[in-house]
């Protein structure tokens, strides 16, 4: 099992007050509630946290696009991919991603991750998310009915500009490009591995299973209430004659490891806390526009992420106090249902096992930087996840499963060498 | 006469909605399609008129069309779509994005109109007193803006009684489909050159707004009688919100059979 360290970048400083003063941390966040001198420390600080947690023992280390919100600070995850690529040297490189439609044309995303993986020495991971539809659709104004046409044919010409030998004509319905010429070109060959982070749609378990992407369930509420979706996924790999190689799949998880299990919940409950009720804290009616689903999705009654912290969220706002209704969710709810996954090391090894095998997944996305957490209890985290936990879990599935997903570098006679200063 | 019936259209069907005898008047809906025959086609048809209305691809029973990617293929499937139905030529009442689309269409064929009858049209866009979002805010928020009344659009949001439940899933996605039809006409804004293509529209036009429409406010009355050349008649109906022929049908219904030049 290979386990990559990823990073939100959230806005550490929201209020206490937020929940209650605000209505969405997305797309109509009050801008004054933003700081560019506690974003210097922010961005420098997590910077250091993905740093640190290359060199402790995780495979890979990943980053994400998201824009207009307090969630998560990466309007551009290539340019923390860059910054990792020269001080990360033995590590994964995920770009989980570049939300395709967004680019216009989207030949720069190829490009620009060709860069990277060229930089890299062929480590870098290329994610293709379609985006929330708070990213999509309300802050980059993307029309619901073309979004996912947009998203394929941007996709189809990436992988086209990596792979073909020569010069091309791309006639799509979006993008119409008489020279298709991507220089540079990737390190692996034929291509980086693809993987494509989904929410819940239906269509894109489909997809994935037809294209032999890996599938990486984005989960904010642990891995019980992703049995169902991930299930799905698994169906239609089947469905389409493949074997349900864990590897084709990967999973977000929170985890916060301690000593004992009672440090762990004295150290956590806080940042827990903050990520749920602040930074998840969604106006349901930017979580849910026409269109952004598909007819299938609609059709099986599937929930996504962002929908179901929307509902969530209204539903506690809207619960009477005096009839035990509150506006935040308790760090015993998140333990108790595994938003968070709690414990001493063995204990978290433990669950950690428990969950890649029942969700048959081979990549765990380790959220180990939640919420308002300090850069010192990230490392600490970090620290005790990469010494104690993962040397416990990462020979899972080796007996059986290849990774086929995984970048493929050069070797390492044919790296660069950084200079000595 | 009422009757429900589709026509080929491309690869898949439209289906449209006729009720009443008479001359025949055609109805460009607006964002919540036709979910079958409704009140003001009714009142309408109760003057002596037949009364067409075809779904526009995507809404209320008419299958979507792939093609669409854009305005301008909007504009065509329009176009197409008054052909199909045997509208092009008659006079026509059209509300919301359907005005906005027959305005479009207008401009580039003006004979395609005898005479229209627009209710509260999208097209323009004045930053200082913009059009509200319909679509940020929650699915009781969306119904709620449409009308004075949430209730005047029963028919199209709620489930609707004797149906079974695998119906009652495929009249969802039907919503859905018509509900991202409507969205996808007006993203992000809706403003796609309007005004520079209004001085074609030469057939006579009437202009009818709601007092109470919180999506686009009364004050675009005004704008878009300057900026049309044929505006024969304006009205606003007190207490009628943007879709002012399901808030007032039979208000409406009135507006139009004594509306200037209505007849062909």
Known sequence: ??????????????????????RSVWVDI????????????????????????????????????????????????????????????????????????????????????AML?????????????????????????????TLRERYHEGVELILKAWTEPEVFSFNGHYNKLRYVNCWPRPVQQP???????????????????????????????????????????WDRVRAAGKEPNPYQAGFAQFFGVADTEAEARRLYK???????????????????????????????????????AAREATQRRAAPAGLGGKSTMSFDDMVEQGYVILGDPDQVAEKMVEMATRLNVGHILALCQFGNMDRDLAMHNTELMGSKVLPQVKHL????????????????????RPVAR | MTSRYSLPFRDADIVVDAVGDGSVVGYLHGGVGNPGVHPFLTSLAAHDRRVVAPSLPGFTGSAPCPDIRSLY????????????????????????????????????????????????????????????DPFARTLSGQRSILTADAMATSQFFDDQPDRAAVDLIEDNVARYSSRTSFASLIWPI???GLSTRLHRVTCPVTLVWGSDDRVIPVSYLERFANALPNVVGTHVVSGAGHLVEWDAPDAVAELVVTAPFYDR
């Open chain 1, 1 to 22: 099992m290979k386990t990559l360290w990823f990073h939100l970048m959230p806005y550490p400083e929201l209020p206490d007050s937020f929940t209650d003063d605000h």
């Open chain 1, 191 to 233: 291509r980086p591995p693809v993987w494509i982070p989904g929410g819940g749609s239906v269509d894109t378990w489909e997809w994935c299973a037809q294209e032999g992407h890996v599938y990486l369930y984005l989960s904010y509420f642990g891995y019980k209430a992703g049995l169902k979706t991930m299930r799905g996924f």
């Open chain 1, 270 to 308: 806080e940042p827990a806390e903050y990520f749920f009720n602040r930074c998840l804290h969604v106006y349901a009616g930017f979580a849910d526009p026409p269109g952004y689903k598909t007819p299938a999705t609609v059709r099986s009654g599937v929930e996504g992420m962002i929908e179901r």
């Open chain 2, 190 to 192: 809706p403003e796609f």
């Open chain 1, 397 to 416: 599935f080796d007996d059986r499963w290849e990774d086929h997903w995984w970048p493929k570098p050069l070797a390492d006679h044919e790296r660069h």
């Open chain 2, 73 to 132: 293929d909007w504009v065509v499937v329009t176009s197409e779509t008054l052909d199909v139905a045997g509208l092009a030529g008659c006079p026509v009442v059209a509300s919301s994005v359907g005005a906005m689309l027959a305005l479009e269409l207008a401009a580039v064929r003006p004979e395609a109109f005898a005479s229209l009858v627009l209710i509260a049209p999208f097209g323009l866009w004045d930053p200082g007193d913009p059009t509200a």
């Open chain 1, 30 to 113: 009050d801008p004054k509630l933003f700081d560019p001198k506690v974003a210097h420390h922010m961005y420098n600080d997590y910077i250091d946290e993905l740093e640190f947690a290359a060199t402790v023992g995780f495979d890979g280390v990943g980053v994400n696009e998201h824009h207009s919100n307090a969630y998560g600070l990466m309007p551009s995850p290539n340019i923390i991919a860059s910054t990792l690529a020269r001080t990360c040297p033995d590590v994964a490189i995920v770009v989980l991603g570049d939300s395709v439609a967004l680019y216009n044309p989207p030949l720069r995303v190829a490009e620009e991750l």
């Open chain 1, 117 to 145: 993986d060229c930089i890299t020495g062929g480590r870098m991971i290329a994610g293709f998310p379609v985006g929330t539809p708070m990213d999509t659709l309300f802050a980059y104004g993307q029309n619901p009915l």
